[in-house]
């Protein structure tokens, strides 16, 4: 009987999912194999993540921290989102013509993000607490694209439902094995399944998406010529201002040290892709 459950779930497990890959994997290697779920389109996810940015948009002129078009801080983050996102087609042809929007917003906390489909914020905590220079600015773009391009929201969605079907799977199984009862050891069942699913799998797997997002990222800054070097600095700083984070076995993102490490194993790959990006450049015409 045991048997039969176990493979009556994984049937149903796998009949959700597919296996994809949402991006070509360009010089650092983005090739993962990715499950998604069949019933979560990319359409769908960038309708809700358009919603959503638009709502914050909302609030945010609400409030009054929605910098103006104007604000240089604004024009200079525009600025190298413009040389950024061409650079997208490497990993997705299609992503250079996504609905692109690009704002800053007020805040003392040290975040920036793109939702799904193109739609990034900059806060200016971490421009003006880490004092960015404009390549390390491109380097947390360039993360914060990579995670649109790869489509992790909607992987973590699919994870999230595979995690909710399995643990009505072991529920039921617990129940079947148990004699039909739903006791204290179907309950004991749930909270093992969920805590295993969180420490196993969905916490490393976040880890993977954050470290997916970074050496993508520094290929997209390398290709538009901002110094891969600036990857280090960036999180040489960010170490320094995240004293007292929980331990990497325990979060969702690496450790500083572990980013730091992985980042200059990669930047020999995209080095050539800055240099080149630097030749082409155009010379920028002097003053007088």
Sequence with gaps: MRKTVVALLTAALLAGCQQVNTTQGGAVGATRTQKMSKLLSSEQVDQMAAAAYSETLGKARQKGVLLPASDPTVQRVKAIANRLIPQTAVFRPDAPQWRWEVNVERNPQLNAYCMAGGKIMFFTGIIERLQLSDDEIAQIMGHEISHALREHSRERMSEEYNKQLGLRGISIAASLLGGGKYDDVTNAALGIGSQAYD??????????????????????AARAGYNPQA?????????????????????????SQTRIAELQAKIPAVQGLYEAARRNAPAKKSKG
């Design 231 to 255: 990857a280090v600095t960036l999180w040489q700083k960010m170490a320094a201002a995240s004293r007292g984070a929980p331990p990497e076995f325990l979060s969702t993102h690496p450790s």
């Design 199 to 220: 420490v196993a799998l969905a916490l490393p797997n976040s880890r993977t998406h954050e470290s997916e997002a970074d050496m993508m990222g520094l290929e997209l």
